[in-house]
């Protein structure tokens, strides 16, 4: 007599990537031009008919990763509308120390960095000046950077070429009773005011002792009227989040919400698992309600409801093994397309939206490789994007640019590499170290200041919005029409019968 086995399930007909699709535009009306069109996201669930609690200005958020969300970057990425995730693969008050440090940064007011004591020389301030390049050096009593302030050197103070380079910078600063300044305390708005009417570049900000706290610059003024998504909290400190694992999340989590975090989320490889549902339970019962807990990463619609109905999370991250650094799918045979992923969750969670009328953002994880995966992902129904390798790139990440056959590259490993050894993402045992990796060490080409790259991004994805007809990422979920492509339309799609001038130019 058989035996009747069980056999696997087929869930679909083939796990997709964003690669295999293309939009089909709508109708854009006169309406539809960049201008008016808003990417605010959702960071919060919320109910019908509400605002969410928090939101970011552009559906866009960097990796908890090592290589990727640094103080600098998490500051660069907000600066813009975005939001970092500093990684929790480091000791607790590292991770909290980086967060403190975003929190602390006041847009506009500056940490003086190059001071001098008065009897330095001239040719110490020329040094200074040729390092750090900033020309305005404080000159406080101990050259020390919150000490006395006793005044403000800058290149109008000497000449290089005809005062003696060894006399002290004592005979040639302008003294504190010469200068405009601000205390301690003073509004960003005000100091800038002060600036404007003494038609002044720069503000120095001391307490009541006279000591030194920072510095307003002109400049800063311009630079912030230019990014005009900056996203801040009610205190206008720029927003930062931090990831969590399921071993040390309480003392983590306490550490992190004392440096003032304003988003947690556990960073694990596979989170529809009882371990986050127990771990979220505990800090909703420590915390409450309030404070913002996202969940992940999954790729169905099973794993969905789990998240929310029974570990309740505020969002949910969906993508299995489709990082760029990423082996998992190798290793270890699952994971799933990340379009396939995204489409299911997305169609869970409007359905949770109907029979509820809460509404728990998506984010896709990972698998990002151009801007057109970026639209594309929004397209199918997430509501943010959160990208390792594409902010890896940028000038703000953690690592220095490297140089290889005259080429510019930055460094960038995944956090199940034994380099990361972030075995708490990657739980493979009962051992604290990784059995197997799970990600590789590599090296992605360097693309420049964040700013610069995420404008362009931001341009296309209004641009296509424009195209199919959508002026919020809401509508774009409802309004997008989508089409398979064939290997065919994929070559098409590309230059076609012409001679890149690029090829040229490096063939002559
Ligand atoms: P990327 O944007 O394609 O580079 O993917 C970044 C995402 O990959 C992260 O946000 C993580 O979800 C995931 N990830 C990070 N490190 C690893 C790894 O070592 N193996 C697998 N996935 C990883």
């Given at each position: 007599m058989g035996v009747r086995v069980k056999v696997a399930i087929i869930v679909d007909d083939i796990s997709r990537t964003f690669q295999e699709f293309l939009l089909l535009p709508g109708l854009t009306c006169k309406e539809h031009s960049p201008d008016n069109v808003s990417l605010e996201a959702p960071l919060k669930k919320y109910k019908r008919g509400t605002d969410p609690a928090i939101h970011l200005n552009i559906p866009i958020v960097s990796a908890a990763m090592q290589a990727v969300s640094s103080p600098e970057l998490a500051i660069a990425l907000a600066r813009k509308g975005g939001c970092s995730f500093v990684c929790c693969s480091q000791p607790v008050d590292m991770q909290a120390g980086m967060v403190k440090k975003v929190k602390e940064h006041?847009?506009?007011f500056v940490q003086s960095d190059s001071n001098l004591p008065p009897d330095a020389t001239l040719q110490e301030a020329l040094d200074m000046r040729q390092r750090t390049g900033h020309s305005t050096i404080a000159i406080t009593a101990d050259g020390s950077?919150?000490?006395k302030l006793l005044g403000i050197l800058t290149s109008?103070?000497?000449w290089e070429f005809k005062?003696?380079?060894?006399?002290?910078?004592a005979n040639h600063y302008t003294p504190l009773d010469k200068l405009v300044y601000g205390e301690d305390g003073i509004s960003l708005q005000d100091a800038t005011e002060k600036l404007w009417h003494n038609k002044k570049e720069c503000l120095p900000i001391i307490d009541k002792q006279g000591n030194l706290k920072a510095l307003v610059f002109r400049k800063d003024y311009f630079d912030h009227k230019s990014n005009p998504d900056e996203l801040t909290d009610d205190h206008k400190r720029l927003l930062v989040g931090a990831a969590l694992n399921t071993f040390d999340y309480l003392p983590r989590a306490r550490a992190l919400l004392d440096a003032g975090v304003d988003v947690l989320c556990f960073d694990s490889s596979?989170?529809?698992s009882q371990w986050q549902a127990d771990a979220v339970q505990r800090l909703r019962k420590e915390y409450g309600r309030e404070i913002v807990i996202g969940g992940g990463n999954i790729v169905s619609a099973d794993a969905f409801d789990y998240l929310v109905q029974?570990?309740?999370?505020d969002f949910v991250k969906v993508g299995i093994?489709?990082?760029?650094?990423?082996i998992t799918r190798e290793q270890k045979g699952i994971g799933r397309g990340q379009a396939s992923a995204v489409m299911e969750v997305s169609a869970a969670r409007d359905r949770y939206f109907e029979e509820t009328g809460i509404y728990v953002p998506i984010c896709s994880d990972?698998?990002?490789?151009?801007d057109t995966h970026v639209i594309m992902a929004l397209a199918l129904g997430a509501d943010f994007l959160m990208m390792g390798r594409y902010f890896a790139m940028?000038?703000?990440?953690?690592t220095p640019v490297v140089t290889y056959r005259g080429r510019l590259y930055k460094e960038y490993w995944g956090e199940g590499s034994n380099r990361a050894r972030n075995w708490q993402r990657y739980k493979?045992?009962?051992?604290?170290?990784?059995?197997?990796?799970e990600g590789v060490d590599a090296y992605v080409p360097f693309s420049g200041p964040l700013a610069d790259k995420v404008d362009v991004t931001i341009a296309k994805v209004k641009s296509t919005m424009c195209n199919v007809g959508a002026l919020t990422i809401k509508e774009l979920h409802s309004k997008a029409r989508v089409t398979r492509i064939s290997e065919m339309t994929l070559v098409e799609g590309g230059t076609s019968n012409v001679e890149s001038l690029d090829r040229i130019r490096i063939q002559s």
């Open positions: 006041k847009a506009g950077r919150h000490s109008k103070d000497f005062d003696d380079l060894s006399s002290a910078v596979d989170g529809y029974t570990a309740d999370v093994g489709g990082g760029s650094i990423c990972g698998g990002l490789v151009n940028t000038a703000e990440s953690p493979q045992s009962e051992k604290q170290r990784l059995v197997f990796e």
